[in-house]
């Protein structure tokens, strides 16, 4: 996911009482599973100093994202302890659980610390009530608008419900050809971004569900289905989705509203701050964060996307494992990450800190947002049924499909793969 890219004044502050404190002993050794990229080097400085403070001998193993999830499988299926810790995405918690792989966790930290964290973050890596994994990070789709060009339009706020949404859409589509202005550009090809968003404007209609008590999959009717409906109206038939949104991905997205080319789009953390960049923005000072609108009395709705550090089941340094979870989540760290890496930090009450607020516009927004955040489909075989279903959604937005067709098609193929 794309992440912010900020740089901000603040001092590391003393630790709350309730964070989980790191013992100096030493107790061997661990190798540790990240990623490559911008949460390592902010946090680069704090994997050094985790083994100068607990004489824990650290081994990172850095594998980027696209090759993390067949590394954790290898290890899990050899049942060699190859890894104690292991950064995790939220989609790939409940096969990883089923297998076997990850130690439970539940009970290991105290829970005045867990009530800090925001709960959706936390629900995402609970399993039958079992708690596999903390978050390193924290992170979310939110809504962007430019403030300027909606003023302009006549409107004096952002969008609230989804039916004000279409209604600005409208009004903010404009011209044509080079100068052509849409209401809206989303990611809708043929990918995971595609079901973040459908997932997204699912839990914006009121009694949403897509499986139910039993593993059945029921997104073909009620929420799921208004919210296919939905999408396609905006494009098909409102026409205020740019038509480049079914081949583009999340960066082009960004690309495109900081071009002055939409007006409000969904996106991952970056967004705003990209758009004070002149090197990359044509549109400075106009962009504002808001709730993503959602049909009343739902408030909002957005998707989780965060990772978590887990600990292997095979781990032979359990104890030495869990301190370094609890060294990487103490608040000092979770500054850093923000303030160095752009990776938005877990804790609650961060996002009311006046000190980033005063860095990060409309901070509190998206701490906010954070408090609407549902979570993919928790089941085991995720990517699987992501394919079926995404596939069978872009054939309703190419207008090949009805949209009730191309979800009870989608329903058989989950049911299919999940032996249902």
């Keep these: 996911m794309r992440r912010l890219s900020v740089v901000l004044a603040v001092s590391l502050v003393v630790l709350a009482a309730a964070i989980p404190r790191v013992s100096s002993a030493p107790t061997g050794e661990l190798s540790v599973l990240v990623g490559t990229g911008g949460y390592e080097d902010a946090a680069k400085p704090f994997f050094e100093q985790f083994e100068k403070r607990t004489g824990i001998k650290v081994t990172l193993n850095l594998v980027p994202y696209q090759d993390r999830f067949n590394k954790?499988?290898?290890?899990?299926?050899?049942?060699?302890?190859t890894y104690d810790v292991v950064r995790v995405d939220v989609i790939w918690v409940p096969q990883f659980v089923q297998a076997g792989w990850l130690?439970?966790?539940?009970?290991?930290?105290?829970d005045q610390f867990l009530r800090q964290i925001t709960k959706s973050t936390l629900d995402a890596v609970t399993v039958n009530g079992r708690l596999y994994g903390i978050p390193a990070f924290n992170s979310a789709k939110y809504f962007y608008y430019n403030e300027k060009m909606l003023r302009e339009a006549g409107f004096t706020r952002p969008p609230?419900?989804?039916?004000e949404f279409r209604a600005y859409a409208r009004k903010l589509t404009r011209g044509s050809g080079a100068n052509k202005v849409w209401g809206t550009v989303m990611s809708w090809v043929k990918d995971e971004a595609l079901m973040v968003d459908w997932v997204i404007f699912t839990f914006a209609f009121p009694n949403a569900r897509l499986f139910d008590e039993a593993g059945n999959p029921v997104f073909n009717t009620g929420a799921g289905l208004q919210a296919l409906e939905y999408m396609v109206r905006l494009l098909r038939e409102d026409k205020v989705v740019d038509p480049v949104s079914l081949t583009i991905h999340e960066d082009e997205v960004n690309k495109a509203f900081l071009a002055g080319k939409a007006a409000m789009i969904l996106n991952w953390e970056g967004t705003e701050p990209a758009s004070r960049d002149p090197k990359q923005s044509r549109v400075v000072g106009q962009v504002r964060v808001g709730l993503i609108p959602a049909?009343?009395?739902?408030v909002s709705s957005t998707v989780l996307g965060p990772e978590y550090y887990s600990i292997m089941k095979t781990s032979r340094n359990k104890e030495a494992a869990l301190k370094w979870i609890e060294?990487?989540?103490?608040?000092?760290?979770?500054?850093?990450?923000?303030t160095g890496g752009g990776f938005f930090p877990i804790y609650d009450r961060l996002y009311r800190d006046p000190q980033l607020a005063k860095e990060l516009r409309d901070f509190d927004k998206y701490g906010e947002q954070l408090k609407y955040a549902h979570n993919r489909p928790a089941v085991t075989r995720y990517t699987e049924v992501a394919d079926a279903i995404i596939t069978e959604l872009h054939q309703a937005l190419l207008g090949r499909k009805a949209p009730k067709r191309a979800l009870d098609d989608a329903a058989a193929k989950v049911r299919r793969i999940l032996g249902k």
């Design 72 to 81: 954790i499988v290898t290890a899990g299926a050899s049942n060699v302890p």
């Design 103 to 110: 130690e439970d966790l539940t009970g290991k930290f105290p």
């Design 160 to 163: 609230r419900t989804l039916d």
């Design 295 to 298: 049909q009343p009395p739902v």
């Design 327 to 338: 060294f990487m989540t103490t608040e000092d760290v979770q500054r850093a990450i923000f």
